[in-house]
DNA sequence: CTGAAAGCGCTTACAG
DNA sequence: CTGAAAGCGCTTACAG
């Protein structure tokens, strides 16, 4: 592999200084009073020679990588691939580029994640956490490390977060549900402490309550992370199976979720909307591609990502210029909307 | 921000060198013949302070980042959000880690990511390359510099390649087809030189010569990457709304095609497999999600990117050991699946 | 207008 | 057994 070419070559080839160097090709040469023509040749050189400047040497310097960390669940969910795209384009717009790393929802591997990112000098971490995080997080916010929260959130930990309002959405898709005429409503969600999910199950539960339906016995039913498919399809058989007391209808908790009970559905040749209303939360392009375009609760994931990537930002600056105060931390919370499709009926 | 803690802090702390804290915090205290109980003493206060190696410092000294960069074409694409995750994974498994980019199949776009990520000083990079990428690679492979293609390649470079066998994998889905008793079979593709693709459409030509069937007028469409929706809407018109002329199968080149070609199909309310036989390229969870699951080749993501980091692996090794001699570049061709489900009849 | 020097945090060949 | 020193490539305050 050929040498690559330094700031030093440049200034030997043309017998100045580095420094000299480094000003005009940082456009600093007003400061430094560099001699016109001499930038001039410093510049042609530097083309001529193809030089790109190493910028783990600038990160070393400057203390500062221009690099973001995202730490998902699952980069190949599409619900945090989108997200992914966003913060990608968002970060270039900003000179920033981003290193990923999924935590599969494992604590241990959310907080190697984090230290690798953390070595790796990253300016700032986006994180999707998993269960049981927030004491690694708290550790964040003590050392005063810049991050922001998606998707999910802790009660116990005060920080930067960009979420959808769970419990509206459910209790609107619930609303729609019971608008629809469905009586027998039945929830598949995970079963996990995280916040944001437990507000998606009191959003479903506080709905029945104000339209006076009594929760169905195995009416609100949680799957493990790990073993999805095969606990949804026990899930799917206990509710669906049970035929004089069926639900009739289902709100989904994430498109993993639902994807994993249509296809016990499906399987079971029961036909929506006719025989089960469904709502599930997550877009993905499977939705539209169901026989029977599914009605869903839309995160917007792309606003997600932005405010989140703005979010950042606004915390680098303020650390740069200021470094003595702490920003408030901002808690966006975006109003999801229910794209209404066919799965409850026209 | 706390400030962060360094070698020297843990050398001062307990009276020695920072030379010898490096020793023993990279288990090197027998080369450097560290005493025991200093080894131990110096370890304890690294635990104790919570040192985190600063990787940019030792990356700017080693010359190594450890760091892979991906560039795909679009990392909210499944097909390649998928090829993120396994890439991910085994690149853990080596201790590195991935940044990413997305060229939108954009060449401009594919030499600014590969320039940042370059200034990045990552060791190599694993790249699905956009059309007229091919000069922005050679120039790689004139400098020595280590990457992988994924999925795609040129015939005019000679580069280390990942790919499935796209000509078989379309001459296989079309005698598939031919077998069920379809013979009026369109394939809609993307307009582009990518040989890849052009081998797709080479093996859906050379199959339907092989069994003695006319190229149909239309029979082989072509969509723009940008607008994918309205040039596919295009394109299902002029073939479905043709009904004398009605092509009574589709072979899709990709997933995202398939999904347009798929809304316009279910608009027209043509039922598959009776009305349509349908076989698209690229395993998606919307696939199986369809009301008859689509029959499809799969490519296979797991196993391009486990090969491509393996082999980006031994690139990387070969350079370190031995500056003289180049590799050889490894040109993998992977068999593609049919997995037959149920889009073109029992 | 220009250069010499220090320093970011680390590693390692060298000298004792 | 241990330390001093050089150097990775860059930036920038300082001195002329």
Known sequence: MEKKVSIKD??????????????????????????LEMAERIRHTARELNYQPNLIARSLRSGRTKTIGLIVADISNPFFSNIARTIEDEASLNNYTVIFGSSDENAEKSQTLINTLIKRQVDGLI????????????????????????????????ANTVRINNYQASFKAVTHLYERGYRRIAMVAYKTKLPHMEDRKRGFLGALQKFGLPVMENGL?????????????G???????????????????????AINGLKEINKRKLVVP???????????????????????????????????????MQQLESKDKN???????????????LVVQRSCGE
Chains 1, 2 share one sequence.
Not at 12 to 25: D, M, Q
Not at 283 to 308: H, M, V, W
């Open 10 to 35: 440049i200034a030997k080839k043309l017998g100045v200084s580095a420094a000299l160097v480094s000003y005009v090709l940082n456009n600093k040469e007003k400061e430094a009073r560099v001699g």
């Open 127 to 158: 994180i999707a956490p998993a269960e049981n995080t927030s004491p690694q997080l708290q550790v964040l916010s003590d050392r005063g490390f810049p991050y922001v929260l998606i998707d999910r959130y802790f009660n116990d930990l005060t």
């Open 221 to 233: 039913m949680e799957s493990s992370y790990e073993n999805i498919s095969s606990d949804v399809a």
């Open 235 to 257: 899930i799917m058989q206990t509710l669906l199976d049970n035929t004089e007391n069926r639900p009739d209808s289902f709100l989904f908790a994430t498109n993993s979720l």
């Open 274 to 312: 006719k025989d089960l209303g469904i709502i599930s939360f997550d877009e993905t392009e499977a939705f539209d591609f169901f026989y029977c375009p599914l009605t869903y609760i839309n995160q917007s994931t792309d606003r997600i990502g932005k405010e989140a990537v703005r979010i950042l």
């Open 323 to 337: 470094k003595t105060e702490k920003m408030d931390t901002a808690q966006l919370v975006i109003d999801a909307q």
